[in-house]
């Protein structure tokens, strides 16, 4: 399984891979990490891939997904800032344990995606582009996921923090920061 990212750049989407133990589900908690003094969230969208492809064309691309969830991508910002004034990579700040939320799945298509998380905010990449850019550099396959941020920057969390979304009303993502 690949986890395939579209986040939030000034130079606008940037593709981005995580390995599968970034993975938060079940409305466990999200525990802040030791070894960095200031975690931010993004809100995403999270679409699960349902069959295989290569070079799917924007308009062919919502046949390869079959669930959307809502979903928050943490990132650790000092480690971000550090890496990027030293012109290093900067995947230590993305992919690291427990850095992706997952909410609960909805059937496609999905009418609605709502929180304040979500609120008067735009996806840097639509569903379809997003699966047509990823199948333009990897073949992708059932089970896959590709996750994409909303334009902002991250804002940071706090202790005790309770971040939720709703799909067509029903919440489905729950996360408690600890």
């Keep these: 399984?690949?986890?395939?990212?579209?986040?939030y750049t000034s130079g606008g989407a940037e593709m981005v891979l995580k390995g599968d133990s970034c993975l938060l589900n079940g409305?466990?908690?999200?525990?802040?990490?030791?070894?960095?003094?200031?975690?931010?969230?993004?809100?995403?969208?999270?679409?699960?891939?349902?069959r295989l492809g290569?070079?799917?064309?924007?308009?062919f691309a919502s046949r390869y997904y079959d669930a959307i969830a809502p979903g928050a991508d943490f990132i650790a910002m000092?480690?971000?800032?550090?890496?990027?004034?030293?012109?290093?990579?900067w995947t230590k700040a993305l992919d690291f344990d427990?850095?992706?939320?997952?909410?609960?799945?909805?059937?496609?298509?999905?009418t609605s995606?709502?929180?304040?998380?979500?609120?008067?905010?735009e996806l840097v990449?639509?569903?379809?582009?997003?699966?047509?850019?990823?199948s333009k550099v990897m073949t992708i396959r059932q089970g896959d996921l590709i996750y994409i941020q909303v334009k902002q920057t991250?804002?940071?969390?706090?202790?005790?923090?309770?971040?939720?979304?709703?799909?067509n009303g029903e919440e489905k993502l729950y996360c408690k920061i600890k």
């Excluded at 399984?1 to 986040?7: A, E, L, P, S």
């Excluded at 971000?80 to 990579?89: S, V």
């Excluded at 990449?125 to 990823?134: D, F, G, H, K």
């Excluded at 991250?154 to 923090?161: G, T």
Aim: glycine content about 6%; charged content about 30%.
């Design 1 to 7: 399984m690949k986890i395939i990212g579209f986040v």
């Design 27 to 50: 409305r466990k908690p999200f525990f802040l990490p030791e070894w960095s003094r200031e975690i931010g969230v993004t809100p995403c969208c999270i679409l699960r891939v349902s």
């Design 54 to 59: 290569k070079e799917i064309a924007p308009k």
């Design 78 to 89: 000092d480690i971000l800032r550090e890496a990027q004034a030293a012109g290093k990579p």
């Design 98 to 110: 427990y850095s992706l939320a997952i909410g609960e799945y909805e059937p496609t298509p999905c």
């Design 113 to 121: 995606l709502k929180g304040s998380e979500f609120d008067g905010k």
């Design 125 to 134: 990449l639509s569903p379809e582009e997003a699966v047509a850019e990823a």
């Design 154 to 167: 991250p804002r940071p969390v706090q202790k005790e923090e309770i971040i939720r979304t709703e799909i």
